[in-house]
Every structure is written in structure tokens, then in C-alpha cells.
């Protein structure tokens, strides 16, 4: 199995990082890269370990989804790859997240 990021879900987790520099420090935002990475990388021995995400059901493409601390990282397997559609934080409405897939 292989990891591929979306650009969308590179501009996300981006997005995340700047945050916490600006509105935390560059540790926080390198702690909560690092352990978002580091929780997408079980998805290689275990690519269903995530959970259906409910919010995407209708696309009927069995994307699923992991939590690391505030942040859901939406996947789905195709193939030999698992496809990171998004990272999403969970303190937002959730409707928003089927907008950015």
C-alpha cells in the first residue's frame, strides 16, 4: 500500500500548520503535523482501521476516516493506494466536509 495526498488535503493540512504558528507556537503546529502523518501511516498495514465517514456516504466510495486530536484525516482505498481526500477539523459543521471532496 502507498499514501497519496490530495492537493486539497496538502492545502488543509497547510492551512492547520500556519494556524498554529500564528495563533500557538511552531512546536504546536510541527506536534500536530508530525502526529497526523505518523497516524495516516498505520492506514499502510491496516487500511480499513478507519471508520465509514457518514458525511460522504452518498458518494458510495467507502471513504473513511481516522481522528488525530481536533482533526479527522478522510481517506479512501483505491487499489494499492489509500487516496488522503482531506483533513478536516472537527470543530467546524460538518456538512462542510463533502463540499471539499
Known amino acids: 500500500m502507498k499514501i497519496i495526498w490530495t492537493d486539497f488535503a496538502i492545502q488543509n493540512l497547510k492551512a492547520i500548520f500556519d494556524y498554529h504558528v500564528e495563533n500557538a507556537t511552531k512546536k504546536v503546529a510541527h506536534k500536530i503535523k508530525n502526529e497526523i502523518f505518523k497516524a495516516t501511516k498505520q ?39 489509500i487516496i488522503i481526500n482531506d483533513v478536516f477539523d472537527t470543530r467546524q459543521n460538518p456538512d462542510k466536509i463533502a463540499k471539499g471532496i
Open 43 to 81: 492506514l499502510i498495514k491496516h487500511p480499513d482501521s478507519g471508520q465509514v465517514e457518514p458525511n460522504l456516504y452518498f458518494f458510495q466510495q467507502n471513504h473513511r476516516y481516522l481522528v488525530c486530536g481536533n482533526y479527522k484525516i478522510v481517506y479512501k482505498v483505491f487499489e494499492h493506494q
